[in-house]
């Protein structure tokens, strides 16, 4: 790879730090993610968020100051270069933005539409200090990978430029690593460990890659063909692909050893969904996040509700809990022509856990939000079907463990709201690996691992992503397969090396 494209010393990037004043550069209002209307997206599947066009895309980068000791890099879990690739932007060398990029990271464009970024990268820009809008870092990763893969389906495979850099190692090839499990951490860690030059191969329980990306996330946020782009970049390190393939039931992990994995990296996730204990809940029409979600993907909104294609037509649904999930799942319900679209959410306003963007995109799309509501029962109707819920006011009190103030019952503040459809999304428990007899669990299930290097107890097995941390976001995942690679290509390594003295 040419550092010249990352050096912050490089002459280019010193000639254009002197191309306008930080004062110019401090003017900028920052660029508008240009947005489909509320009134027509509620009608289709598209995706809400349009794409900067190449002119304001440089002009959002032209904001970046080049920091020396830039902020945002500090709150990436993945360690992305984010100067580097905006300045590449600015001087409108897109595909070396997106080398810069695959140093990093192999889901870009996944990236780029769902991490939270003002919680994060966003959150490190000098620009809150100054009280300015911070830099889309976000949204200018999104161009990047969009760009280049446009300009990829429009070029030969000929004259195609690989923008992917390895640093294989021959002491490597051969060494098979099996991944359980194709969500975000999987596949994080095997783009790592293809690119180091290991033998790789990812077993999915299901029919499809890509996990939470594909099975719990609405095309309207991110398209299946942008996850299926992203998931092809793999293919082509050598990274092999096996579905349907259960490991700990289709396939033991004794099996898995013996076939000559000398690694496995276990990323499962946590898709078992948390219940409220509450009567009512086993009700037909009340359903978790997962059930609705995977229904919506899979099938599409005949499914949801069991009947026709227009089974959520003038109906009354109510999506418990605040989270981006939350969030997804009542704007599909608004989608499949939801008359009442309801979030209903114990705590208050600003304790919404949700992006910003998600809360803010949901209200236009005319999505109710029963903040400081808590259902406490289902109710039925003469035919055993859900037909209503209860619902406790209430307000907030001092504040918890986690630092927000705590809700509290309002005495006697009892509503009944009727509804046709409640989906709980209120948290997801990890999935226990199945016969994985030699690792460390919690009490919840999680894999206990070691923080610095995602090891787990059993001496050939790494873990990270939910299975480890409990729902969480992509980008921690990442972040979690991201160091695993690293911290087990140093085990092999030092094997090796101490191999070779002998």
Same mark, same amino acid.
């Given at each position: 790879m040419n550092k010249d494209i990352i050096s912050r010393d490089s002459e280019w990037r010193e000639e254009l730090r002197k191309l306008h004043t930080t004062k110019e550069r401090t003017a900028l209002p920052r660029v508008v993610m240009p947005e489909i209307p509320a009134a027509y997206r509620v009608t289709c599947n598209d995706e809400v968020n349009q794409g900067l066009s190449i002119e304001q895309a440089v002009l959002e980068a032209r904001r970046c100051l080049d920091c020396p000791d830039p902020g945002c890099m500090k709150g990436c879990p993945v360690s992305n270069n984010i100067p580097s690739f905006i300045k590449n932007i600015e001087r409108r060398n897109f595909t070396e933005a997106l080398e810069v990029l695959n140093l990093t990271t192999v889901l870009p464009a996944v990236c780029g539409r769902v991490c939270p970024q003002e919680k994060q990268c966003e959150a490190g820009c000098i620009y809150n200090k100054m009280k300015k809008p911070p830099v889309a870092i976000g949204n200018l990763e999104r161009f990047v990978a969009d760009f280049n893969r446009e300009m990829e389906r429009n070029t030969p495979a000929a004259e195609r430029r690989d923008s992917i850099h390895t640093l294989a190692s021959p002491f490597f090839a051969g060494i098979k690593i099996a991944v359980v499990g194709s969500g975000p951490s999987g596949l994080a860690f095997a783009g790592d460990m293809a690119k180091r030059g290991y033998d790789v191969t990812i077993f999915e329980a299901l029919d499809r890659f890509g996990g939470v990306l594909k099975y719990g996330i609405p095309e309207f946020c991110l398209p299946n063909d942008v996850v299926d782009a992203e998931i092809a970049k793999l293919d082509t390190l050598g990274v092999k692909f096996v579905k349907n393939a259960f490991v700990g039931k289709t396939i033991s992990y004794k099996q898995l050893q013996e076939q000559g994995f000398k690694g496995i990296y276990v990323a499962t996730g946590a898709g078992k969904p948390r219940f409220m204990g509450i009567p009512g809940e086993n009700l037909p029409g009340v359903m978790t996040a997962n059930e609705y979600l995977i229904r919506l993907n899979l099938m599409g909104d005949s499914e949801i509700y069991g009947q026709s294609n227009t089974s959520l037509r003038r109906k009354r649904v109510a999506v418990i809990g605040a989270g981006n999930t939350a969030m997804d799942a009542v704007r599909a319900a608004r989608r499949m022509g939801a008359e009442r679209a309801m979030i209903v959410y114990r705590r208050g306003e600003d304790e919404i856990p949700a992006r910003a963007e998600e809360v803010r995109h949901a209200r236009e799309e005319g999505v109710e939000f029963l903040t400081l509501h808590n259902p406490v029962e289902y109710l039925e109707d003469e035919n055993g079907i859900l037909r209503a819920m209860r619902v406790q006011r209430m307000e907030l009190g001092e504040p918890d463990e986690s630092g927000r103030r705590k809700p509290v019952e309002i005495p006697g503040a009892i509503e009944e709201i009727e509804v046709d459809?409640?989906?709980?999304?209120?948290?997801?428990?990890? =999935?226990?690996?199945?016969?994985?007899? $030699?690792?460390?669990? *919690? @009490?919840? /299930? =999680?894999?206990?691992?070691? /923080?610095?290097?995602? !090891?787990?107890? *059993?001496?050939? &097995?790494?873990?990270? /992503?939910?299975?480890? @941390?409990?729902?969480?976001?992509?980008?921690?995942?990442? /972040? $979690?397969?991201?160091?695993?690679? !690293? *911290?087990? *290509?140093?085990?092999?390594? =030092?094997? &090796?090396? =101490?191999?070779?003295?002998?």
């Open positions: 459809l409640v989906v709980i999304c209120v948290g997801y428990l990890p =999935n226990p690996p199945a016969l994985l007899a $030699d690792v460390d669990k *919690s @009490r919840q /299930g =999680n894999i206990v691992v070691d /923080g610095a290097s995602m !090891k787990s107890s *059993s001496p050939d &097995i790494y873990a990270g /992503g939910d299975i480890v @941390r409990g729902a969480a976001t992509v980008i921690l995942a990442m /972040g $979690d397969g991201r160091k695993a690679a !690293k *911290s087990m *290509s140093e085990a092999f390594e =030092n094997i &090796i090396r =101490n191999t070779s003295l002998l």
